[in-house]
């Protein structure tokens, strides 16, 4: 049949492929609560600029709160026939009321309709990730402080380099997620304006009201430009790629966590809550949970990737292909409160294994440069001193010795000066709390760093 609510000027159906094939509510269905807030402050406006009278407002009103409660109860028919989340509840609305259920689209047009709906999922899902964020930023923040003074080896190149705070490297961490929720906020200022009331792509003859859409929807402003509003998703971009590195940095912690946990690190245990067993090798317990949000990135940026080419031609202003813009976002959303969410749990609960650490960090020759500096405050120039050092650690590694094993005199046979106090310098403890300035390693400096952490997210 021809009974759609564009079926006017259309002689025979659609192809039931193609049907199919257009339709997007199976997966739009997700903005119900946004598409019918969106009416509902339409239908307000309408009234108020005296294109629909009091009543048809009122009954306007009272049809998609009934929509709203089916939908709520799952009694609601969704219809593939109908396309799309909008004329799905358009036309129960008007099954419901009669014929005042056709005016609620006067003035009005489904790319700007979907327009406003995105950013409003969007949006309360931005708040929804701001808020796990914090929570997980929270947790890290907390057993930094904890382990200001926990000693482990820092890596570059993952070869030991410099004894570092365990509570210093989880701030470092902390600074990756403080960037992702700037950028978080960003996105959000960004794209808090209201589409509604650039219609199909020029506007419309209404005497609509847009600042009144705008403000009852919660958005700062109206957009600017009507051929943009229907145009634009630069935000579901914008968020993907906020998404995107987000998950990096998940990844990256994941990375670490994984092998810290691992027999031959055994910097930390991971509660048992948060991993699994293995159905043939009985000693095995696996950080499954670090491995799938290492995993998750993969997705994340394949949506970004995909929402950047999805727009990378389309000539103004909306087309059929922006369609395809939900399913990589909601995945997105989903994905991305999922992972933090696992974090957010596991992280507070991680266990570091003080001994471990220490251990690891008193081998490997981390206080090599250490020894260095001290030879500077002797009067060697860095360079001479770096080539001392290193025929020390060359010793040391031909007699399976750390430099603070040695003798003194054996650390004299390199440089004659050297005192007494070069054990102190040679000590973890010495080495971190030597570099006592700000984004410094010294735990002193780490339990303010960590002051200053939670003081941001008090003040968000
Ligand atoms: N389902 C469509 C979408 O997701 C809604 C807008 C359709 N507009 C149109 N003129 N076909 O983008």
């Not at 609305?93 to 790319?111: D, M, Q």
């Not at 399913?327 to 749990?345: H, N, Q, Y």
Request: net charge negative; hydrophobic share 40%.
């Amino acid at each position: 049949d021809t009974s759609k609510l564009w079926g006017g000027r259309f002689s025979e159906p659609t192809d039931s492929f193609v049907q199919r094939f257009t339709a997007s509510v199976n997966f739009d269905q997700r903005m119900a609560a946004e598409d019918i807030a969106g009416s509902l402050a339409h239908a307000q406006m309408l009234c108020s600029v005296g294109v629909l009278s009091a009543p048809e407002l009122q009954q306007i009103q009272e049809g998609l709160a009934t929509v709203q409660r089916e939908i709520d109860e799952g009694s609601f028919q969704w219809s593939v026939e109908l396309e799309d989340v909008h004329m799905n509840i358009e036309a129960r609305l008007t099954e419901l009321i009669g014929v005042t259920g056709k005016k609620l689209h006067t003035g009005r047009s489904r790319n700007d309709q979907v327009a406003t709906d995105i950013r409003l999922f969007l949006r309360s899902a931005i708040d929804r990730i701001a808020s796990e964020l914090t929570r997980l930023q929270a947790g890290t923040i907390t057993l930094a402080a904890a382990n200001a003074d926990t000693i482990m080896p820092g890596f570059t190149h993952l070869q030991t380099a410099q004894p570092v705070s365990f509570g210093h490297h989880l701030l470092a961490w902390n600074e990756m997620l403080e960037r992702d929720y700037g950028r978080l906020m960003d996105c959000r200022a960004r794209m808090n304006q209201s589409p509604l009331g650039a219609a199909a792509l020029a506007g419309t003859t209404y005497p609509i009201d847009r600042a009144q859409t705008a403000a009852a929807l919660g958005f700062d402003k109206p957009t600017e430009n009507s051929l943009d509003s229907v145009s634009d998703r630069d935000f579901a971009i914008e968020f993907c790629s906020f998404a995107a590195l987000l998950l990096t940095h998940l990844s990256r912690m994941s990375e670490e966590l994984v092998v810290w946990a691992s027999a031959q690190f055994n910097f930390i245990e991971l509660p048992d809550r948060f991993c699994t067993g293995s159905s043939i090798m009985p000693q095995k317990k696996n950080p499954d949970v670090p491995e799938l949000v290492r995993g998750k990135v993969g997705r994340v940026n394949g949506h970004l990737v995909a929402l950047l080419t999805l727009m990378k031609s389309q000539p103004l202003a909306y087309n059929k292909d922006n369609q395809e813009d939900k399913e990589p976002l909601f995945d997105t959303v989903d994905t991305v409160l999922d992972c933090l969410r696992a974090f957010g749990d596991m992280l507070p609960a991680i266990k570091p294994r003080r001994e471990q650490m220490r251990e690891a960090a008193r081998s490997g020759f981390s206080t090599a440069t250490d020894l260095a500096d001290y030879l500077v405050g002797l009067g060697l120039p860095f360079r001479d001193a770096h080539e001392v050092v290193g025929k020390a650690v060359a010793h040391g590694v031909a007699t399976g010795m750390d430099l603070a094993e040695m003798e003194l005199a054996t650390l004299q046979g390199f440089c004659a000066d050297i005192g007494d106090d070069v054990f102190e310098v040679l000590t973890l403890e010495g080495s971190i709390g030597a570099r006592d300035h700000l984004g410094g390693t010294a735990p002193n400096q780490v339990a303010a760093a960590a002051q200053r952490a939670q003081q941001r997210l008090a003040e968000r």
